[in-house]
């Protein structure tokens, strides 16, 4: 368990804090860098952090959250020579934040379950908003750039956190049930030409909406369970084409069916 009183918690955070001090003082690139010029490099050490996470690589998550670490630093460092806010006013504000929203552990607030945790939450982030006469909608905290899996997500969380939603995950499969059949029904017999693709396009997001709705319900993260199948077609397909190349093979000039003889060798390996 990590002890807030141990001195080498202290030292290390000196430490870099001073690096960082000393690099935008130095260092030419350093001290080149502006919140915007971080901010697609900070999202790529984001995407990096989550492979580590995926592949279960201590390693690698130690070093990618280190590279975390620096931006947040770099992003404080920039701030504080605007005289905006510094690192301390940083940690400070999340810890009172934390402090606000956890009412059920530093108040007399109930909270038996996740579920009644996240409900506090949510009604705490919108007193919050209104507090600073911020837009105080439920789902306008929800960033507009987030990648649209995850913004389905987010915004079903957040309606679930002051009460709408559904009873339980068997009317939700309905709900999918319903969405697929339409869509059947819809384009099945339609020709290629002749599918209004705006619309189809749609109607397929209600679907994949549904879905990501039944994931949630079963606890599943829709974003992990893709991303282990691309991991999974990824390694099978490069299988089918590193073993077709060894038996002398090229894959355009193959069939389907010879295709599928090395993808099933590939799925009883892995």
């Given at each position: 368990?990590?002890?807030?009183?141990?001195?080498?918690?202290?030292?290390?955070?000196?430490?870099?804090?001073?690096?960082?001090?000393?690099?935008?003082?130095?260092?030419?690139?350093?001290?080149?860098?502006?919140?915007?010029?971080?901010?697609?490099?900070?999202?790529?050490?984001?995407?990096?952090l989550s492979d580590a996470?995926?592949?279960?690589?201590?390693?690698?998550?130690?070093?990618?959250?280190?590279?975390?670490?620096?931006?947040?630093?770099?992003?404080?460092?920039?701030?504080?020579?605007?005289?905006?806010?510094?690192?301390?006013?940083?940690?400070?504000?999340?810890?009172?934040?934390?402090?606000?929203?956890?009412?059920?552990?530093?108040?007399?607030?109930?909270?038996?379950?996740?579920?009644?945790?996240?409900?506090?939450?949510?009604?705490?982030?919108?007193?919050?908003?209104?507090?600073?006469?911020?837009?105080?909608?439920?789902?306008?905290?929800?960033?507009?750039s987030l990648p649209a899996?995850?913004?389905?997500?987010?915004?079903?969380?957040?309606?679930?956190?002051?009460?709408?939603?559904?009873?339980?995950?068997?009317?939700?499969?309905?709900?999918?049930?319903?969405?697929?059949?339409?869509?059947?029904?819809?384009?099945?017999?339609?020709?290629?030409?002749?599918?209004?693709?705006?619309?189809?396009?749609?109607?397929?997001?209600?679907?994949?909406?549904?879905?990501?709705?039944?994931?949630?319900?079963?606890?599943?993260?829709?974003?992990?369970?893709?991303e282990k199948t691309n991991?999974?077609?990824?390694?099978?397909?490069?299988?089918?084409?590193?073993?077709?190349?060894?038996?002398?093979?090229?894959?355009?000039?193959?069939?389907?069916?010879?295709?599928?003889?090395?993808?099933?060798?590939?799925?009883?390996?892995?």
């Amino acid at each position: 368990m990590i002890n807030p009183k141990d001195e080498k918690y202290s030292l290390a955070f000196q430490r870099i804090l001073q690096i960082m001090n000393e690099l935008r003082e130095q260092c030419p690139w350093d001290r080149k860098q502006t919140i915007h010029s971080l901010r697609h490099l900070t999202i790529e050490e984001t995407y990096e952090l989550s492979d580590a996470i995926m592949n279960e690589d201590w390693q690698e998550m130690k070093n990618e959250l280190g590279d975390i670490l620096l931006h947040l630093i770099f992003y404080a460092k920039i701030a504080s020579e605007n005289q905006a806010f510094d690192i301390a006013d940083v940690i400070h504000s999340l810890a009172e934040k934390l402090i606000r929203r956890h009412p059920h552990i530093y108040g007399d607030t109930k909270a038996e379950d996740e579920d009644a945790v996240k409900r506090n939450w949510e009604l705490i982030k919108l007193q919050e908003k209104n507090t600073k006469n911020q837009e105080n909608t439920v789902l306008g905290g929800v960033p507009k750039s987030l990648p649209a899996m995850v913004k389905a997500m987010r915004i079903q969380e957040k309606a679930r956190g002051v009460g709408f939603d559904w009873d339980d995950r068997k009317q939700v499969w309905e709900k999918v049930e319903e969405e697929m059949q339409e869509f059947k029904e819809t384009y099945q017999d339609i020709p290629d030409e002749q599918i209004d693709r705006e619309h189809a396009e749609e109607e397929f997001g209600d679907l994949i909406f549904a879905l990501i709705n039944y994931a949630r319900f079963m606890n599943i993260n829709p974003e992990t369970a893709l991303e282990k199948t691309n991991r999974k077609f990824i390694y099978r397909f490069g299988y089918l084409e590193s073993e077709s190349k060894k038996d002398g093979k090229r894959m355009e000039e193959m069939t389907l069916a010879e295709m599928d003889e090395y993808w099933n060798r590939a799925k009883s390996m892995k």
